[in-house]
């Protein structure tokens, strides 16, 4: 079996304060962090037992992952498995980064997200450099409000020229033509993120090859449909697995639209569509998508 799994365990606590998060500085009990290893390694373990199958693995926790020693421990386990072709983690980079020599980096890869006044502009522009200096696959974004926008172009301007730089349109946000061709210069993708897609009725490749668990290991197609599958663990799911067309109005967000059969982002995306890497054709300016 070919599978991309997106796992979300309970973890939901952040070290950061963002306005735009509603998980801003929550803190779990020591019970929901004992929990939440413990589901991680229930999952981690069902991951290595697969050897006849070949697998891709996005984290997409609510809170901070990194700053949890088990995710790390996770992560460089995972990306030493042969038949794990990727594991990827969305982070805000607030963690040390030395855990990395220990990890297989033609697996492993990084989602960064650069939060302004959160850390300080130089910190996290050092922590990206350490990472290009690893060797480490990794993307870096921002949220794409009026207020980012000369900390993107810093970002730009002083990442590595390979590194790509993504933009997120802000929750709600509706941007101007001219708003949008400013983002769009510092991102060429930018378009496919400032509208929602329309969605309903179209074929996606969640819940056939791609899915989305849970810490119980509850199996839905993806995050934003919370119709259940099966479970992972007892392989009720196998049987569900099957084209199916979308079900909901519009997909706004880029872990579920990248999905869409009727957009073109596993070519432009092709071989990183886990870790928002783009294949270097894409760096010139994106054609708009259609649906939005």
């Not at 009720?236 to 084209?243: D, G």
């Amino acid at each position: 079996m070919d599978l991309t799994l997106l796992y979300r365990g309970p973890l939901a606590s952040c070290d950061y304060d963002c306005p735009y998060c509603p998980f801003a500085k929550r803190r779990d009990s020591r019970e929901q962090l004992r929990a939440d290893r413990a589901a991680l390694e229930r999952f981690a373990g069902w991951a290595a037992g697969r050897t006849g199958d070949r697998l891709r693995i996005l984290f997409t926790p609510w809170g901070e992952g990194l700053v949890r020693s088990w995710y790390r421990r996770t992560m460089v386990e995972l990306s030493r498995l042969p038949h794990v072709e990727r594991v990827a983690i969305q982070t805000n980079l607030s963690c040390r980064t030395e855990w990395l020599a220990e990890a297989d980096l033609g697996s492993l890869a990084l989602w960064c997200t650069y939060h302004p006044g959160q850390t300080p502009y130089d910190r996290f522009l050092g922590k990206c450099r350490d990472l290009a200096a690893r060797g480490v696959r990794f993307s870096v974004g921002i949220v794409g409000l009026p207020e980012h926008r000369e900390h993107a172009r810093r970002l730009r301007a002083e990442l590595p020229e390979e590194v790509y730089l993504w933009v997120n349109a802000a929750e709600g946000r509706t941007y101007a033509d001219e708003e949008a061709e400013d983002w769009t210069a510092l991102d060429p993708l930018f378009p496919y993120s400032r509208h929602p897609h329309a969605s309903a009725g179209l074929p996606c490749r969640t819940g056939e090859s791609v899915v989305s668990v849970d810490g119980d290991g509850t199996v839905r197609r993806c995050h934003f449909v919370p119709a259940e599958l099966g479970n992972l663990y007892d392989g009720s799911y196998r049987a569900a697995l099957r084209p199916r067309p979308c079900p909901i109005a519009v997909c706004d967000c880029h872990i579920g639209y990248v999905h869409l059969e009727t957009l073109p982002l596993y070519d432009v995306f092709a071989g990183g569509v886990l870790e928002r890497i783009p294949a270097p054709p894409a760096r010139l300016p994106a054609p708009r998508p259609t649906g939005a």
